[in-house]
């Protein structure tokens, strides 16, 4: 089925432009955004204009495996290459050869795997585990993520030689609550798609009042929890109590101090960055990107602290455990400032 970008936000009209001019180069290309924004529907209408459609077009999801299982998905292996290798598999770059490989999730590719994807982007060859011949590729690479992959690139999380290799075309897809416009055509391309999906006389289109209250909602989960909601209405009626279920269930309050804006309860958590309540002075200027900062530096010490503690501040061993590079771990120990106790060796 062909795949369409609806909206008519700024942002959408530049990714519709960047998707006509990026299609046929080929050109490695990034997608970044919160998840639900709509980065593989952006995959798929590049691969879908491009002159390689009918080709394949290959997912990897970096996230779903563990590191070894990860590299022989990737790069494939030749039979008895280790223990259980009863054939030779042939590994997604192979698969995806004259094709596109969709890396999904590349922000949590571990650093060792990113040296071996970057060699094979430079090289434009891989050799499967246990094989001593190289095999050739041409794939286009496009790859998506959630995370900020410039940050962790400073933080020493992703590599900067592979970021400036996957990212000669960058994408970015603006949350919902940046581009509301777009809510209200996604609305009724979803309401006409059920439909005719559900194909069932009982079904409730949703009332003007309904359409302005979702479009008025800031969307955490983005299209994704849009089109989880608009299907629950269609089936269950837009009825005051109904909607108010459904947004609520849709995102749960956190724990923390709460406001109450246009009837809805929001959360914000205060104890998290340190500061006293809602009208605290602090809060005038903080931007959302220092909040996150913020927040992210508070988990990451808690985290990092407490995996220290627990292996007696041996280094080695809590970069396993946390699955970050040894220097990452130095650099992290450092600038969370992170103090050992008072007799702790590696
Ligand atoms: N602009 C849009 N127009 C039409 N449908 C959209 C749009 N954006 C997203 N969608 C739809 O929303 C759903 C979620 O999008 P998608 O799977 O591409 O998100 P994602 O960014 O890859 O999310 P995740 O990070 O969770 O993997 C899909 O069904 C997709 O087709
Ligand atoms: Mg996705």
């Known amino acids: 089925m062909k795949s369409e970008i609806i909206g008519v936000s700024q942002n959408i009209q530049k990714i519709r432009d960047l998707i006509d001019q990026v299609a046929d180069t080929g050109l490695n290309t990034v997608i970044c955004g919160e998840t639900g924004v709509g980065k593989e529907l952006v995959v798929q209408c590049l691969y879908q204009k491009s002159d390689r459609v009918g080709k394949p077009f290959v997912k990897v999801n970096c996230a779903a495996l563990p ?10 292996y030749e039979q008895g290459a280790f223990t259980g290798a009863e054939r030779r598999k042939r590994g997604k770059f192979e698969q995806a050869h004259g094709g596109v490989l969709f890396l999904d999730e590349i922000g949590d590719m571990s650093l060792p795997l990113q040296s071996k994807l970057l060699h094979v982007l430079q090289g434009g060859e891989f ?78 289109i949703p009332s003007q009042s309904a359409i302005e209250k979702l479009s008025g909602y800031h969307w955490p989960g983005n299209v994704r929890e849009l089109q989880n909601v608009l299907k629950r209405i269609m089936i269950l009626g837009s009825g005051e109590e109904n909607m108010e279920e459904l947004l609520g269930s849709a995102s ?61 501040w041996n280094r080695s061993k809590a970069t396993k455990i946390l699955n970050i590079s040894y220097k990452t771990l130095l650099y992290k120990i450092k600038d969370l400032n992170i103090k050992p106790p008072p007799s702790s060796t590696d």
Do not use: C
């Open 127 to 204: 050799t499967p585990l246990g094989s001593e011949k190289s095999v050739k590729s041409d794939t286009w690479v496009i790859a998506a993520t959630n995370h900020e992959l410039e940050e962790e690139m400073r933080n020493g999380g992703f590599r900067e030689d592979l970021y400036y290799r996957l990212s000669t075309i960058k994408i970015y897809l603006a949350p919902l609550r940046d581009r509301p416009e777009d809510i209200p055509h996604l609305i009724n391309h979803y309401i006409e798609q059920y439909t005719r999906q559900f194909n069932t006389k009982n079904i409730s």
């Open 67 to 76: 590191d070894s299982l990860l590299e022989s998905e990737m790069f494939g």
């Open 252 to 312: 749960p309050p956190k724990a923390g101090n709460s406001v109450r804006t246009s009837g809805r309860e929001f959360s914000m958590p205060m104890d998290l960055l340190g500061i006293d309540g809602p009208n605290s002075s602090d809060l005038a200027s903080l931007s959302l990107k220092e909040v996150k900062r913020k927040a992210l530096d508070r988990v990451e010490k808690e985290v990092i602290s407490y995996v220290l503690q627990k292996t007696g």
